[in-house]
């Protein structure tokens, strides 16, 4: 199916252990972001790339890590998950710049206990 | 620091009347500005975006106008209809990358 989509859609993890959360996209869209959103927060960027190989922080990359060997896929690994980074995570792919609109997954719930 | 801000977390309106969402922002760098809309239990969809350089666009019963002067922007829904009702994020783009508000909750009562 043409899109982006995003994996698993909800996830439960242990405080400490390391998880992935997986974003594929169809278009071939050179641009992909993280953001997660919470409540009094709004949606904030963690990571985003431009091509592939090329990933940059946004304003919040503390204790996420990212790659992006493929153009359609862009996972975020969370090396050592805290309680604090419990929230919802929208991955997005846009196909040149920022005038576009963004097209966002579905995204994926995590609690951290 | 809140570069966008959307300093009212809901708002209700009557059906068929005009919505209108508010945004503020600092950054006079920003070349564009954008809104999207949220159902829960579903990613943001891309509504409507205005340049810097303009000062209002048109979509349907969607209009964003923009005051650059006061660092203000609107989204004005008309008529409002059931289905408008939902989470609106206001954004601004600054390089490659899109910073949004914390999004205001519109209710529309039957």
């Known amino acids: 199916d043409a899109g982006i989509t995003q994996s698993p859609r909800y996830k439960i993890t242990e405080t400490g252990r390391q998880v992935t959360l997986m974003c594929h996209q169809t278009w071939s869209h050179s641009y992909m972001f993280w953001y997660r959103q919470d409540l009094g927060h709004g949606l904030r960027l963690i990571y985003y790339?431009?091509?592939?190989?090329?990933?940059d922080k946004g304003e919040v990359p503390d204790g996420y890590v990212v790659s992006r060997s493929k153009t359609e896929n862009f996972p975020l690994t969370l090396e050592s998950a805290t309680r604090s980074q419990t929230s919802v995570y929208f991955c997005a792919s846009n196909p040149t710049g920022r005038n576009y609109g963004y097209t966002f997954g579905s995204g994926t719930r995590l609690t951290v206990v | 620091d809140q570069q966008v801000k959307q300093n009212s977390p809901s708002l209700s309106v009557q059906e068929g009347r005009i919505s209108i969402l508010n945004c503020d922002y600092t950054?006079?760098?920003?070349?564009?500005f954008l809104w999207y809309k949220k159902y829960p239990a579903e990613g943001p969809t891309f509504l409507i975006s205005i340049s810097s350089i303009k000062d209002k666009n048109e979509d349907g019963r969607f209009t964003v106008f923009l005051n650059k002067s006061a660092k203000h922007l609107s989204l004005h829904i008309v008529p409002s209809q059931p289905g408008d009702s939902a989470v609106y994020f206001c954004a601004a783009s600054e390089g490659d990358k899109i910073i949004f508000g914390k999004g205001t909750r519109l209710h529309i009562l039957p």
């Open positions: 950054n006079s760098m920003f070349d564009y």
């Open positions: 790339s431009a091509a592939a190989d090329i990933t």
